[in-house]
């Protein structure tokens, strides 16, 4: 997999104002050419990724190509391979989505859903059902578009449908029809109309750093007013 350390090289031949996919493997694997061969898009999925490891390379994979649009789809990892409560995942999300409209306000944020898992993995279904309750409701109090993919891909147990997976966490190729037909439907409508930037950050021009937001931000709440907007320097 393509590690941040290797982004530099190849954003300085990737084109501005393109659809970015950002996240994981999953979006990794995505095969954005076969499904968008006429429009620009830039694949910055890394595989074993996790929502703070999206936030620390935002300059290189989301800020230096000035996107037309985000597709943001990330988390699982940090279900599968615990480090942080829900609570703590919340909060970074939250960072994650005010980082990204802040630094990047004239781009369509588009926050996906976590898919559900399967076979050895489906003990987490809860929890991914848990971080989309928040994601959800972190993307309505932001006025920001939410696409529920979890919904398309769980089958009547919960659990990610067998003939998209061969392994219960990634998808087959077949699997990225529905999502690729969906992001499809998505960009060829008018977005939502969202505020230029987050009102976390409404009162200063500074571009945040995703860490210096992270350590203002208390665990299990929404910082809509946290202290990093005191510096307008």
């Not at 954003?11 to 501005?16: D, R």
């Not at 699982?76 to 980082?99: A, G, H, K, Q, S």
């Not at 809860?126 to 920001?144: E, M, P, T, Y």
Request: a negative charge; glycine letters at 6%; aromatic letters at 6%.
């Amino acid at each position: 997999p393509e590690t941040a350390a290797a982004e530099p090289e190849k954003a300085a031949s990737e084109p501005e104002q393109a659809v970015v996919f950002l996240g994981d493997s999953i979006t990794e694997l995505f095969p954005l050419e076969s499904h968008f061969h006429d429009r620009k898009t830039v694949n910055r999925g890394i595989g074993g990724d996790r929502i703070t490891g999206v936030g620390v390379r935002l300059p290189l994979s989301v800020e230096n190509l000035n996107p037309s649009a985000v597709f943001l789809m990330i988390g699982i990892n940090d279900i599968l391979f615990p480090l942080y409560t829900l609570d703590e995942l919340e909060r970074d999300y939250t960072v994650l989505l005010d980082t990204i409209r802040h630094n990047n306000p004239a781009a369509r944020l588009v926050v996906q859903s976590i898919l559900p898992v399967s076979g050895p993995y489906e003990k987490h279904n809860s929890s991914v059902l848990d971080l989309n309750k928040r994601i959800d409701g972190l993307a309505a109090r932001r006025n920001l578009e939410y696409l529920d993919l979890h919904s398309t891909y769980k089958n009547d147990n919960g659990s990610l449908r067998s003939e998209y997976t061969d392994d219960g966490v990634h998808l087959l190729p077949e699997g990225y029809k529905p999502w690729a037909e969906t992001v499809r439907s998505i960009l060829e409508n008018e977005p939502v109309k969202t505020p230029g930037i987050s009102r976390l950050y409404q009162h200063t021009q500074k571009v945040i750093p995703f860490l210096e937001s992270r350590t203002h931000c208390a665990p299990g709440t929404d910082p809509g007013t946290h202290e990093v907007i005191q510096n307008h320097d």
